[in-house]
């Protein structure tokens, strides 16, 4: 998934719990503080190994699931779940910047269009993994992203270049299309079902690239550095 034209503030008073999140003393813990947990968590591993307990899950899913079915398929997001923007999204101090150059890595800020167009994300490990495990299985794999259109030649470089090669398709956002994402999703899924392939697992890091069904499970990859509504 990836932010497209997301503009929020979040205005919290400061003795406010923040529900499912620890606080400290009942308090919404400090914005730096939380960045700096961030920043923690995808160095210690932890955000890989969380990632691969779900994308373990969806494998043994999809191997016992494939031979059972005519055409089996399966759905991947892009950003945060098949490639990683860490790069840019450190350079940027978690902030969303979609224009302007990003020719200063790792220092700041990057602009989220230059970033994508340059192809050097890397790939998410244990989707890389669970991406060939299925097509072992004879699985079609679509892409399914928010990004534009006009990115499409440097996103298939992209994947290409760190080991995804094979997919069956690839859909992407038209120029100006101000469809919301879950629904844009929905639809591009509901266009592989007609084709007559069953779709048996959808991955993705977004709850909202999961919803409107086409799909027999969806499995969540944990995100814990943006939210797309």
């Known amino acids: ?43 210690s591993g932890a955000y890989e190994r969380d990632i691969a307990k779900v994308t373990t899950k969806a494998q043994k899913f999809i191997e016992k699931r494939a031979p059972r079915v005519n055409k089996p398929a399966m759905i991947l997001d892009i950003d945060e779940t098949s490639l990683s923007n860490w790069v840019e999204l450190v350079a940027n101090d978690f902030g969303y910047f979609p224009g302007g150059t990003c020719d200063s890595l790792p ?48 996103t298939e470089e992209n994947l290409r270049k760190v080991g995804y090669d094979g997919w069956a398709g690839m859909a992407l956002k038209p120029i100006g299309d101000s469809t919301p994402v879950d629904a844009f999703k929905t639809a591009e899924r509901k266009k592989i079902a007609a084709q007559g392939f069953t779709i048996i697992a959808n991955i993705a890091d977004q709850p909202s690239d999961l919803r409107g069904g086409y799909a027999e499970r969806t499995f969540l990859i944990p995100d814990p550095f943006y939210r797309i509504p």
């Open 1 to 43: 998934m990836r932010r497209k034209n997301l503009s929020i503030i979040l205005l919290v008073p400061l003795f406010v719990v923040w529900p499912g999140v620890p606080s400290f003393g009942q308090r919404l813990p400090n914005l730096g503080e939380i960045k700096q947990r961030l920043i923690q968590y995808k160095k």
């Open 107 to 154: 220092a700041g800020p990057c602009g989220v269009h230059s970033w994508e167009l340059s192809a050097r994300a890397d790939a998410i490990a244990p989707t890389l993994t669970l991406y060939k495990a299925a097509r072992a299985k004879g699985v079609a794999v679509f892409f399914i992203s928010g990004r534009p259109v006009n990115e499409q030649a440097a």
